[in-house]
């Protein structure tokens, strides 16, 4: 999933007129006619202002990249909206954002919390995807299991002997 608020430098409580702000100031830095090389990366930025600077299309992606925070484990940097993996927090401790070394407000026992959801969510994914082939499997031995029992009876497909 694209992180539109680490792509711009903001963080998810940024205003309108912040992000307005640091999308100039990505544009002047990635354009193509400033000498930077990737074009994708105009795009990106483009793109992640379409979508935060319009107030419906950022509630949907807001709620779309809270869910992915969850299945993930992630945490979102409050200062540049970067997604952040928390290892242990040994005791004393306070995490920091990886980008712009900001403290997270996340403890311990959050993490622990937040690790066992996002495991939660990824094996409910796994058991969907493996229970799906797990049907299909199921159906196909059925099938031929029908086949091949109608060929030992002499019944052909149509019901006729």
């Not at 419906?56 to 925070?69: F, I, N, S």
């Not at 049907?135 to 002997?161: F, N, Q, W, Y």
């Amino acid at each position: 999933m694209t992180n539109h608020y680490a792509v711009l430098g903001v963080g998810r409580e940024a205003t309108p007129e912040q992000i307005k702000s640091a999308h100039r100031q990505k544009a002047r830095c990635v354009h193509p006619d400033a000498g930077h090389k990737e074009a994708r990366d105009f795009h990106a930025v483009q793109a992640a202002y379409q979508v935060l600077s319009d107030p419906q299309k950022r509630a949907a992606y807001d709620r779309e990249l809270a869910a992915w925070l969850l299945s993930t484990g992630k945490l979102l940097c409050r200062d540049c909206g970067i997604a952040n993996q928390v290892p242990r927090i040994p005791t004393g401790f306070r995490p920091t954002c990886g980008r712009c070394g900001a403290r997270l407000p996340i403890d311990e026992t959050q993490r622990q919390s937040a690790a066992r959801t996002a495991l939660l969510y990824q094996a409910i994914g796994f058991a969907e995807e493996v229970g799906g082939e797990v049907l299909a499997i199921a159906k196909d031995a059925a099938v031929e299991g029908l086949e091949r029992l109608r060929d030992k009876l002499g019944i052909r497909k149509g019901g006729r002997r």
